[in-house]
């Protein structure tokens, strides 16, 4: 049977990779850090990626043919004021991670992020397109995404923008689920309406994931959804499909609030290549979001 390890199991994707992973018959790693998780049909293990010993000790142990690395420090402002601790997990972790694949010939799948971009297009990036991150988690991720591309050839760099989707392994929010909860106790949401992207359903993107890795595909993919919308719009879609009031949603620019770190206008990214190399079209957030009010309480 084919082995798969998921590094950031306890994280919102990770816990769908693990769930797409199984689901394709393969033998399945999960690797949580601070939260302990159990994971259905699948072993889990710790492992910290800074940590280069036990990254490859953990590893070597499991013996996986692909790696998929979703950890990381996801918070853009924590980064912005904590740059050593962002370019430790990020950039020295995803090295570790690229090496001890190397010592053990696995194929290694990195998350990354549209942030690697600074927005000024105006309109959709594609993967040729040379990135000029803004802030310190988008400069770390993309030096995760060229540590794993100069690793090995056969690597893989995914692409993906504001996940979304329910959290069923820990109480962590995403930008839909905090929207879903703000609206649901009655307070008011102030939403950017300068800030465009691409929001991207966590299940489905785990899907994706899979099927790049299995197409043999190598190099750099965008894999968020196919919509380029703005924070704000997105919100008023969320109160649309929940039935939720829309009214407490306020729009806001980006230039009123204080955030710590810079984010781009516009950082949508073009999904037609994906699209194209796996003969499947990616999820708008019209259909994640009625797939997430159908699947609402069921574990
Ligand atoms: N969230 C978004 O909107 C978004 C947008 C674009 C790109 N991305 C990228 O997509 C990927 C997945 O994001 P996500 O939202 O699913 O992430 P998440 O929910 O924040 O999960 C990240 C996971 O990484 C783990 N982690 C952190 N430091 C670690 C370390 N030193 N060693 C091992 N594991 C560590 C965390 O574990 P603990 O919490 O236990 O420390 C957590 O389980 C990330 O690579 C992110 O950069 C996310």
């Known amino acids: 049977m084919r082995r798969i390890a998921v590094i950031g199991a306890g ?3 990770g816990q769908y990779v693990v769930k797409e992973a199984v689901k394709g018959g393969y033998e399945v790693l999960g690797t949580f850090h601070n939260l302990p998780v159990l994971l259905p049909s699948s072993q889990t293990e710790f492992m910290d990626i800074t940590e280069p010993d036990q990254t490859v000790g953990v590893l070597r142990s499991f013996m996986p043919d692909s790696v998929i690395l979703t950890a990381a420090l996801t918070n853009v402002d924590l980064c912005e004021g904590n740059p050593s601790e962002a370019w430790r997990v990020n950039a020295e972790g995803t090295l570790n991670v690229a090496q001890a694949c190397r010592e053990i010939d696995a194929k290694l799948l990195y998350v990354s992020t549209d942030y690697v971009f600074g927005g000024s297009k105006g309109t959709g990036y594609f993967e040729f397109e040379s990135p000029d991150p803004l802030n310190i988690y988008a400069q770390t991720k993309l030096e995760g995404e060229r540590l794993t591309l100069d690793s090995s050839k056969g690597n893989l760099v995914c692409r993906v923008s504001v996940l979304y989707g329910w959290n069923r392994v820990s109480e962590k ?5 905090w929207i879903i909860d703000s609206l649901r106790s009655g307070r008011e949401l102030l939403l950017f309406d300068d ?4 929001p991207t359903y966590a299940p489905h993107c785990a899907q994706i994931l899979m099927k790049l890795l299995e197409s043999r595909s190598k190099g750099v993919y965008h894999t968020s959804g196919p919509d380029c919308i703005s924070r704000y719009d997105i919100g008023l879609k ?3 499909s929940f039935d939720l009031d829309r009214s407490l949603i306020r729009r806001v620019a980006t230039a009123e609030m204080e955030l710590p770190a810079r984010r781009p206008r516009c950082s949508c990214l073009d999904v037609k290549k994906t699209e194209a190399e796996i003969n499947m079209k990616m999820l708008s957030l019209e259909e994640g979001l009625e797939e ?3 699947a609402e309480g069921k574990g």
């Open 238 to 240: 969320v109160a649309r």
């Open 195 to 198: 800030q465009i992207a691409s």
């Open 292 to 294: 997430m009010r159908l």
């Open 11 to 13: 994280g919102l994707l």
């Open 173 to 177: 929010k995403n930008f839909v689920t």
